[in-house]
């Protein structure tokens, strides 16, 4: 079966996934060098503490300059913000194209023109509230001091197979509220017959959160909660420094999209929740984790797993980790989904070649190789014992 790999319909919430990454520091005495030399360390200062620049008004997402900060030279970590902004924006520059640029400013017009026209129903939905949003005792794991914060949240997930993770996330109350969002934006759009940009390109129904004002909401959901649990769980796939996102709801039932093909999504780490309402079918079936040379491998019965959505429980895996939707058999689901995404991660993976910490195809071809080695080590070994013996 051939896997898909899902797109966003719209154009990209954030650009660049293309940042020079190298282990050259420059010698510059805190100010920007010149613009041939500009690097980022390969590897990042987890200690340090990055600047925010969400007041800046920018052509790139104030996250990205955020989690980019942490791989300056270590020169230019504590040289003044301004210096730091410039440096970066001249990097992402270099590894975007106009054309990229453009459609990014065509689609912050978009944006802006639906957030200046639409009028929410609830507010407070467009701040992040924890305390409203979470249920107990996902606030109370992340609310743990530093020390043991780690162990808080491991203690809430489950793992009910290799490399998926589940947890009570979402309070009933902001399902209800979010769902009523949801229903009174397409109501809007309805009305006044908009032309709205849809998830991505497997899903005909639901709507783009990030594109009525919700940005922000989803950057604090990310960056203060996803990217804690993927440092933890998915560190192999860029899980520590995830710097953007594309946030949305999906639509399922008899007159919605009916289920959803076998494919991996456009992220590196996916955050899937039910938010209702009530209905049969739907589970979400697994396949496997791979890259992209071995997508559409075979697959083996230890990979296969079928998980069944419960309101407001969350499921969070890989974007590698191949999956789909079965039939929604009646009544109507809706679910949020946040495809988390790391620039640094998709730049060091243009210069690798296999993924033996995640793809499982890559595990069983490096295995082979070491059995074939293995036996041909022993046949040598026979082969001069026999000559010895002679």
């Known amino acids: 079966m051939a896997v898909e790999r899902g797109k966003d319909s719209s154009l990209p919430p954030t650009s660049p996934a293309n940042v020079a990454v190298t282990n050259g520091i420059a010698t510059s005495g805190g100010l920007a060098p010149s613009n041939a030399n500009y690097r980022l360390r390969l590897n990042p200062n987890q200690d340090h503490r990055a600047d925010n620049y969400d007041d800046l008004g920018m052509e790139f997402t104030p996250l990205l300059f955020s989690s980019l900060e942490r791989y300056l030279p270590p020169n230019l970590l504590d040289v003044s913000r301004d210096t730091k902004y410039k440096y970066m924006r001249d990097i992402l520059r270099r590894y975007s194209t106009e054309g990229e640029r453009t459609r990014e400013q065509k689609h912050k017009e978009y944006r802006q023109k639906i957030v200046s026209n639409y009028q929410p129903l609830y507010r407070e939905l467009y701040t992040m509230n924890p305390s409203m949003f979470f249920v107990p005792s996902f606030l109370k794991a992340f609310n743990a001091n530093e020390k043991t914060k780690d162990e808080s949240i491991k203690s809430i997930m489950s793992e009910p197979a290799p490399g998926v993770y589940t947890c009570d996330m979402l309070q009933p109350r902001f399902c209800e509220m979010l769902l009523s969002e949801v229903e009174n934006f397409e109501k809007w759009v309805h009305e006044t017959k908009f032309r709205i940009m849809r998830p991505n390109t497997m899903n005909k129904f639901g709507a783009v959160l990030d594109d009525f004002g919700m940005q922000g909401t989803l950057d604090k959901l990310m960056e203060d909660f996803i990217r804690h649990i993927s440092k933890i769980f998915f560190p192999d ?147 001069v014992e026999g000559d010895v013996a002679s």
């Open 237 to 383: 796939v860029g899980g520590y420094s995830l710097d953007s996102h594309h946030g949305f709801v999906v639509e399922y039932g008899m007159d919605r999209d009916v289920e959803l093909g076998f494919h991996v999504d456009d992220s590196e780490v996916t955050l899937n929740v039910c938010l209702g309402k009530q209905f049969t079918g739907g589970e979400l079936f697994f396949r496997g984790i791979r890259c992209e040379k071995h997508v559409n491998s075979e697959t083996y019965p230890e990979e296969i797993f079928d998980y069944p959505h419960a309101p407001g429980r969350a499921i969070i895996h890989r974007g590698r980790h191949r999956h789909g939707a079965r039939a929604t058999t009646s009544g109507h689901r809706i679910n949020l989904l946040l495809w988390c995404r790391s620039s640094v991660f998709r730049e060091l993976k243009k210069h690798k070649k296999e993924f033996i910490n995640f793809c499982g195809e890559c595990k069983r071809e490096k295995k082979g190789r070491l059995l074939h080695s293995v036996a041909a080590k022993k046949k040598e070994l026979l082969v």
